[in-house]
């Protein structure tokens, strides 16, 4: 069965500090990566998508990703963090075979950015 | 448009009641999600419909749980007799149709408390 784990569970960092959240899934077909985020009050939006081709993926708000197959591992990383970042990550994995359209969830990493 | 709605955004029901949660897909989405998010667990996937295809039930906990989905839009997600373990946020999503580059939106979700 597919899995998603994300190794922090809760992040502080200071305004401008670079981020790097980790994210490893299990899994040994093609997969399609995602991260959504949820911030304060709003609704879980999509960040940032992995399907195919370059494995650096770049997101919404300055956000990227880089898909490592043989780490089984999509990052997500940031060159400065801003507070407004301040949000739950959720890493996820969808089989790439079309037989499910499903999403598999990592529980998530609280990123509180203090200014 | 309009998103994903979802009501009602709180309830609260004793333990052993029945409830309906319902979830409004944004116009011309044939795909629809129930996910339910737990404290510390992250987001579990519930059950998925596609058009009139037969959903995929394979994330319901247990058969108190069901869903409809009338006329390829809205959709019903029933817990019967209700258990504290059920407290969780249910959020709904949708996507235009199933696999391939599809972005599934999220709802704002329906937080359920059984006392």
């Known amino acids: 069965a597919q899995s998603v784990s994300q190794h922090n569970h809760h992040v502080i960092l200071s305004e401008a500090a670079s981020l790097e959240l980790g994210c490893n899934y299990s899994y040994g077909g093609t997969v399609n990566l995602f991260w959504y985020v949820q911030y304060p009050g709003q609704h879980l939006q999509l960040l940032l998508k992995y399907f195919s081709g370059d494995p650096l993926v770049k997101g919404i708000k300055g956000f990227e990703a880089e898909f490592i197959k043989s780490k089984f591992s999509f990052n997500l990383r940031k060159p400065s963090v801003q507070w407004s970042d301040t949000a739950e990550y959720f890493c996820?994995?969808?089989?790439?075979?079309?037989?499910?359209?499903?999403?598999?969830f990592g529980t998530g990493t609280l990123l509180a950015v203090q200014p | 448009g309009a998103g994903v709605s979802q009501s009602p955004s709180n309830k609260v029901t004793e333990k052993g009641k029945d409830v309906e949660l319902r979830c409004d897909p944004i116009s011309g989405h044939t795909a629809l999600y129930w996910y339910r998010q737990s404290l510390g667990q992250g987001l579990e996937f519930l059950i998925y419909f596609q058009g009139n295809s037969a959903p995929d039930k394979s994330g319901l906990p247990s058969d108190r749980f069901s869903a409809e989905r009338t006329g390829g839009s809205v959709s019903t997600l029933t817990i019967q007799r209700t258990q504290q373990e059920d407290s969780a946020v249910y959020l709904c999503a949708s996507s235009l149709y199933s696999g391939g580059n599809n972005e599934q939106f999220f709802g704002p979700g329906t937080r359920l408390t059984v006392l």
């Open positions: 996820s994995v969808k089989s790439g075979g079309g037989a499910t359209n499903k999403l598999i």
